[in-house]
């Protein structure tokens, strides 16, 4: 495990964060993926050894049906959207398909949003929203983290 003294500073501009997240043990939740055919892109996933996890759920608040995939320890969840509008459709039809967002596990989702948001990290969502499998998420924005969606996920 790496030791935080001996990380470099953060970049010049960085919110400064104080207090410990409050991670969960294994703070990597899954990665999602964002595609057009949920059935096209499960075949590709399928021949790299992962497997459909549960049946496909769908996020009516987030406009997407969800279809996990798990290989392991690894969980890919696939991101298609239900219907013409929402954050799925539009991030197809501006970028296509690819990497959405990284997940990480919290404990305290509640908790996690306060001390991000009092360190001035711009957050998509101030408040939970439901998630995947009865889950609590929220999202921090990507200019937070380089271009990258994180979704902070609290698990029941």
Do not use: N
Not at 50 to 76: K, W, Y
């Amino acid at each position: 495990m790496t030791d935080p003294a001996s990380l470099p500073p953060a970049a010049p501009g960085a919110p400064g964060l104080t207090g410990a997240p409050e991670l969960a043990g294994a703070p990597l939740d899954h990665v999602a993926i964002a595609v057009a055919d949920l059935d096209a892109a499960t075949a590709a996933y399928a021949l790299l050894g992962l497997v459909r996890a549960e049946p496909d759920e769908v996020v009516a608040e987030q406009g997407v049906t969800v279809r996990a995939l798990r290989g392991g320890a690894v969980l890919l969840e696939l991101l298609a959207p239900a219907g013409d509008d929402g954050p799925v459709a539009r991030f197809l039809s501006k970028r296509g398909p690819g990497l959405h967002h990284v997940a990480l596990r919290v404990d305290d989702l509640s908790a996690e949003l306060e001390r991000l948001a009092a360190a001035g990290v711009p957050l998509i969502d101030r408040a939970p929203r439901p998630g995947r499998a009865g889950t609590r998420v929220a999202f921090v924005h990507p200019r937070f983290a380089g271009g990258v969606l994180i979704e902070l996920v609290e698990h029941p």
